[in-house]
């Protein structure tokens, strides 16, 4: 393949993936779930540390007891077309909660496996380039996935770790709830390159105002 066709191809698949929050019943092949893991495993991680484990949770009664613990804890989310999404992940067949295992840290260097704050940076980098391979991944199976964030907090993150039985250093970093989607997304606006692009000794001129970055956020505000 040439570096042509592969970028082509992958700007392709980051285009397809987006946020879905409404899902079928339809079961998800276990195939397709090992897939998406194996992709994420492929991730780069701060010093090669890969402090990742993934939890596939299929089982219905599992699955309930997470979300009657995430409709408790976790706030529903507008999206940028108003649509509610709290709840809607209840109907994905698979969760996959990624988690990070903070006994990881021994692999990093004297000076930062001390520092929580520095420790935490790297985690947090690392969990989220293994989460959006594990996104990409679906997408390139024709699958829907949502990024659900509240299964991180503190209070969902201590219940759920009960009920599925994981250990303490573990941390929750997010929910991926997974299937077939039951609608398309609305349309994605994307701020545009010449915007965004900043070269050398570029200046305060260069970036937004206060006042485009506020009218942006007004937008996009749940
Ligand atoms: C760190 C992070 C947390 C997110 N948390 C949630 C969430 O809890 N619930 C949800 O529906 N979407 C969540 N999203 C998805 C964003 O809302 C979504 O990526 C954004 O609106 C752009 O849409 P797209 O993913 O379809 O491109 C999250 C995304 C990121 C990167």
Redo the contacts with the bound molecule.
Sequence with gaps: MSGMDAYSGLLELVKK???H?RFLPDPVPDEAITKIVDVARWAPSGFHTQSWEFVVVRKKDVKDKIVAVLEKYGPP?K??AGET?GGSFRDAPVFIILFCDWRARAGLPAGARERDDLVANIFCSSM?GAFLYMHLAAASLGLAS?????AGGPDSEREIKKILGVPGPLKIY?MMALGYAAQP?AP?EVRSLEEMIHYDDCGLKDFRNDGEVAVYAEK?HA
């Design positions: 993936r987006r946020t929050r989310i999206n940028p999404s989220a949502q990024w659900y964030s509240a997010d997304p994605k996009t």
